[in-house]
């Protein structure tokens, strides 16, 4: 990151320990690797690359959408096939500057209602986004297997 930004604030640090955090703890599924194009005139497409972390399967699919969140969020359900609904989307600067990381905030619903929230940080927020999803749809396929209380 110092290599990238002007300055380095606090924030900047806390972030970045806070999605070491969340990508390493309870992953069902790692964001491998993203590519998008989008612009105008042109269709906004996302090609995405997830690992299965158990297995070590790589997962790659890619997509189109009416803008590159769209495609990137395409993508990865085709992929995961875990029914859910997006219902919140948010985005905020960590810190001041052009060079700012964004962070993203997204709430999904599961097909029992249940919602879920996913959070991810990075100097692109169409990166930040695609973590974002990733980690709150890593909670859904967790929270579908059942307990050990709910097997005895």
């Not at 970045?16 to 998008?36: A, K």
């Amino acid at each position: 990151m110092a290599d990238k930004k002007k300055e380095v604030y606090d924030e900047d640090l806390e972030t970045l320990v806070s999605e070491s955090e969340r990508t390493s703890v309870g992953e069902v599924y790692h964001l491998q690797t993203l590519h998008v194009m989008c612009g105008a005139p042109g269709i906004p497409t996302a090609t995405v690359e997830l690992v299965e972390v158990a297995t070590d399967e790589h997962l790659i699919d890619s997509s189109h959408g009416s803008g590159p969140v769209d495609a990137v969020y395409r993508a990865i359900n085709r992929m995961i096939d875990v029914e859910n609904d997006l219902i919140e989307f948010s985005v905020q600067s960590v810190t001041r500057g052009i060079d700012a990381l964004g962070e993203v905030t997204i709430r999904v619903r599961s097909g029992d209602g249940r919602v879920f929230t996913g959070r991810g940080a990075h100097s692109d927020i169409i990166t930040a986004s695609a973590r974002a999803y990733v980690n709150a749809l890593n909670r859904l396929p967790v929270a579908e297997q059942p307990s050990v209380a709910d097997e005895v």
